[in-house]
C-alpha cells in the first residue's frame, strides 16, 4: 500500500474547469474519439512502424461510423436517469455477489452512478490502466528503455545488458512493431571492437531482481501462454515464435538466456560460450573497448506506444517490465514489491486516493491486487485532463466495442448489448471468477461518461459474465439518462 496522500481524495475536489472544446482537442489529439484504435501518429514527430492492429497485409475497412465526436453541448446525464438505466441491471445472478461500479463525467467530474464505487475489488488485467498511467507520469511518453553493449573484462567478451526492453527483437522477424533489434546492436559491436574477435557472451540482467513469477500468480501461468517468467533480458515478450498470433503463445523458460545466445549467433559465438554474469564497472579514462566501455546500444519505441500495445493486446509481460520502469524511474528495486510501490506512491504523487489502490504486480495476473472502481474512473478523468497531456496515451490502444482489441467479438450478437458497439472504448479483465470492464462510453445524447465495473465473485464463465457486463455500458450508450 502507497502512502496515503495529504489531500483530500481526488473524487471530493473537482478537476480545474476548463472549456469542453479544449478538453476535446486533447482527446481527440491521442485518439480517444479517432477512428482507429493504435499508437498515437505523430505524438513525437516519429514513424516507428504500423500499429498491431495493421501489422496484416489486408487493409483494415474504414470504420467511419466508429467513435465519433461527442457533442460538447450535450446535456449532462442526472443521477437519478442513470440509476434508472443500471439498477435493473447490476444485480444480474451472473455477475454474483460484488458487483461494484463508479460512473461520471468526463468533463464536469461529476459523479452519476456508485455500488461498493470506493471498494477494493481484484481487477485482473484493468490493472494495466493503472500500469499505463504510472509510467507515463514517471518516464514520460518519449522515453525509450536501452539494451546496450558493453566490453566484457577478457579480450572478446561481450556483455549484453538487459535493460527491461520486452519488445526487443532478434532481427527483422519481430513480433512487435518497430521493435529495437539484436541484429543491431550486433552490427555495433563489431565495428567497436575491430579486429577483436567475441568469444564469448555475458548476459546480464542485473536491472531486475527478486522473484520471476508474480504473487498471486495461478500455478499454470509459466504454461499457460499468457504470463511467463520476467527478466531485464528477453526477445519478443518471451514468446517461442515471434511469429505467434495474437494471444497466448508459447514462452521461453529462460528468456534472459535465449536472448543472449540468439545475439552470441549473431556474433558468430557458440551457445555454450553464454553465460549469465555482471558487466565490469568501467573505469576512468580507459580505452573504447576497456572492460565496461559501451560497445553499442539499441532503444525501445518510445513509452506511449508501448503502452499503447500493452492496452491493446493486454500484454502481461509487457506491463511488467512497464511496472518496472517506474520502480527503476524512482529508484526503487526492479521487483515485483518494488515496481508495485512504486505504482502506489505515483499514484499518489498525482493527488489520487492511493489508500484505493494496492499492488503485486503491474499485469492484473494477481489475485492480490485491489482497485477502486472509483480510483479508475479518477485515473481516466485525470490522463484526459489538459493539465496532464503526458498521461493521455492510455486512451489510444483501449479497444473499441464491436471493433478491436479484446472487444472485438463483444457488443455484437448477446441481447441488450448492440448499443455499446463503437460507443465503448475500455480496457477489459478476466480472471476465474473476475471479470471487470473500464474506460469510456459515449451516450445517446453525445455525452461522454467514464465507467468501471468490477466483479470478483463471479459464480459462472466468461458466457454469461460478459455480456451481463457488457449491459451495463451499453445501457449508458444507449439513453440519454435525464
Known amino acids: 500500500m502507497a502512502p496515503q496522500p495529504a489531500p483530500a481524495a481526488f473524487r471530493r475536489r473537482r478537476l480545474p474547469l476548463v472549456l469542453t472544446l479544449v478538453l476535446l482537442l486533447v482527446l481527440a489529439g491521442v485518439g480517444v474519439f479517432v477512428t482507429r484504435p493504435g499508437p498515437v501518429a505523430g505524438w513525437l514527430g516519429d514513424d516507428a512502424g504500423p500499429t498491431p492492429a495493421a501489422a496484416g497485409t489486408t487493409p483494415e475497412p474504414d470504420p467511419s461510423d466508429v467513435l465519433a465526436g461527442p457533442d460538447p453541448n450535450a446535456p449532462l446525464p442526472t443521477p437519478a436517469g442513470v440509476r434508472a438505466a443500471l439498477d435493473p441491471l447490476v444485480g444480474a445472478a451472473a455477475l454474483g455477489g460484488r458487483v461494484n461500479i463508479s460512473v461520471a463525467d468526463v468533463t464536469s467530474g461529476q459523479t452519476l452512478y456508485g455500488k461498493g464505487a470506493d471498494n477494493g475489488t481484484v481487477p485482473a488485467s484493468v490493472t ?32 549484453i545488458v538487459g535493460g527491461g526492453d520486452a519488445t526487443l527483437a532478434v532481427d527483422k522477424k519481430s513480433y512487435y512493431p518497430g521493435a529495437a533489434r539484436l541484429s543491431d546492436l550486433a552490427a555495433q559491436v563489431r565495428t567497436a571492437l575491430g579486429g577483436t574477435a567475441p568469444t564469448s557472451v555475458i548476459v546480464d540482467g542485473s536491472a531486475y531482481s527478486g ?37 497466448g503463445a508459447e514462452r521461453v523458460a529462460e528468456p534472459d538466456l535465449t536472448a543472449g545466445r540468439s545475439f552470441a549467433r549473431l556474433l558468430g559465438v557458440p551457445a555454450g560460450a553464454v553465460k549469465r ?80 489502490i494496492t499492488l503485486s ?48 467479438d463483444r457488443y455484437r450478437g448477446a441481447p441488450g448489448t448492440a448499443a ?53 455500458a451499453a445501457a449508458l450508450a444507449g439513453c440519454g439518462c435525464r
Request: no cysteine; aromatic share 4%; net charge negative.
Open 420 to 472: 455499446g458497439a463503437g460507443a465503448v472504448r475500455a480496457k477489459t479483465g478476466t480472471l476465474t471468477g473476475v471479470h471487470a470492464i473500464a474506460g469510456l462510453v459515449t451516450t445517446a445524447d453525445g455525452r461522454l461518461l467514464t465507467f468501471a465495473v468490477l466483479t470478483d465473485d463471479v459464480p459462472g464463465g466468461t458466457d454469461t459474465a460478459q455480456p451481463a457486463l457488457d449491459r451495463i
Open 211 to 247: 522473484p520471476l513469477y508474480g504473487p498471486g500468480w495461478k500455478d499454470d501461468t509459466p504454461t499457460d501462454g499468457y504470463g511467463g517468467a520476467v527478466t531485464a533480458l528477453m526477445t519478443d515478450g518471451a514468446r517461442a515464435d515471434p511469429g505467434a498470433e495474437r494471444g
Open 277 to 356: 554474469g555482471a558487466a565490469p564497472v568501467a573505469a576512468a579514462g580507459g580505452g573504447t573497448t576497456a572492460p565496461g566501455s559501451e560497445l553499442g546500444v539499441v532503444q525501445s519505441p518510445p513509452l506511449i506506444k508501448l503502452v499503447d500495445i500493452m492496452i491493446n493486446e493486454s500484454d502481461n509481460l509487457l506491463a511488467e517490465t512497464l511496472a518496472r520502469q517506474v520502480a527503476l524511474a524512482s529508484n526503487q528495486p526492479a521487483s515485483f514489491d518494488g515496481a508495485a510501490a512504486a505504482m502506489d506512491a505515483e499514484v499518489a504523487k498525482l493527488g489520487l486516493p492511493a489508500e484505493e
Open 361 to 408: 504486480d503491474g499485469s492484473g495476473l494477481s489475485y492480490r491486487n485491489r482497485i477502486s472502481p472509483s480510483l479508475l474512473t479518477d485515473l481516466i478523468r485525470l490522463a484526459a485532463s489538459p493539465d496532464h497531456p503526458e498521461l493521455a496515451g492510455i486512451f489510444g490502444g483501449l479497444p473499441v466495442g464491436g471493433w478491436s482489441g479484446t472487444l472485438d
Open 128 to 159: 494495466k490502466l493503472a500500469t499505463g498511467v504510472t509510467v507515463l507520469a514517471a518516464r514520460g511518453p518519449g522515453y525509450r528503455i536501452p539494451t546496450r553493449a558493453v566490453a566484457g573484462a577478457k579480450s572478446g567478451e561481450v556483455v
